[in-house]
């Protein structure tokens, strides 16, 4: 037995150890990487063994290697006796399919069978107490449709404008707030006063409203 330290977590049974070896804790399999569990199983082994102090352990019944040429090893520490064991009771790790002949004397074999039938199977689904459904919301009534109303025509307006050019017939400017014009008035009169160009101009306004 010796007392090494962690310097890789690679996944939930794999990890590089300080002497240059990678190791594979025995009897254990864990989820692969993208399938639910293995990023917990892998999180579990970075907070108990990287860079600390572990106890690695091969016993004589167990093959030293698999056909990956990783040492086959119990890891613990000060705190902890069997890490494998702790991901068996958390629901993130399992016996092997298949008990291969490297682990048919396995020390702990029986209690690791034990453990991970007694774990609750770690999901990755949500359950109905922590996520509930999303409430659907409220539906909104459709307003009732409000008839349109056309825009009132603008009226015309007439007022006496005097342009001092010299031809009093074109005094008057008439607008409707967004067109405008001069009309020429009286065209019969060779003189027109105020007076005849404000009447002029207020006729000539009724005729522009009226249309």
Known sequence: MSRIT???VRNGS???LSTGDRVRLIGVSTPK???CGAAEAKKYL???VMNAPVLVENPTEVEDRDDHGRLLVYIGTPVINDVGYQLMRRGLATPPDSWFDRYASHPSRAVYA???KEAKKFTCRPTPERYPPPSKPPSTPEPYPVPSTPAPTPRWVCYYAPTYDGDWHNDVLCSNGVNSER???RAWDSFVTEAEARQSGR???RQLNEG
């Open 6 to 8: 962690v310097t890789r």
């Open 14 to 16: 794999t990890l590089d």
């Open 33 to 35: 990487d993208g399938d």
């Open 46 to 48: 970075v907070s108990t």
């Open 114 to 116: 034990e453990a991970s």
């Open 183 to 185: 009309p020429y008035l």
């Open 203 to 205: 006729e000539y306004e």
